[in-house]
């Protein structure tokens, strides 16, 4: 069967974030999902309300995801393609060109967002009460 891969932190779990899981579950027979630790969010200048492992927790009950694991550094996406077998890396199209580099091993598809909805966007509305 097919093997999708995606990453995030998915903090704040969102229709955004189930949107783009349930169309990469479509792609393929199998998807997993990277989730990143508090400290890989750090690294990308986040610094997630939930904790990673509550945030992965969600994740893992998602219907539409196989497996959960953590992403704590860049540089493991190559090492999960090639330990999960993965077909299509897929992410949201914030990311396009970004993982480009990767397309000699799998195939990568850049995604639509869901407008009108983000984790930043949920923290304003809510620091208004
Ligand atoms: N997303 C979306 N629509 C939104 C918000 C998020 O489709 N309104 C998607 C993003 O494009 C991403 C996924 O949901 O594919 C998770 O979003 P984030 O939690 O913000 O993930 P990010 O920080 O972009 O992590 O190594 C890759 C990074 O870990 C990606």
Redesign the pocket.
Known sequence: GKTVL??????LFHI??L??LKRLSSLGDRLIVGV?TDEFNAL?G?KPVVPFDQRIEIVRSIRYVDEAIP?DR?EQKREDIAKYGVDVFG??E??KGKFDDLGDSVEVVY?P??SG???TEMKRVLSAF
């Open positions: 995606t990453y995030g932190t998915f903090d955004g974030h949107n783009i990143s990308k986040k992403e860049w992410i949201g914030d990311w995604l967002r869901t909805i983000s984790t």
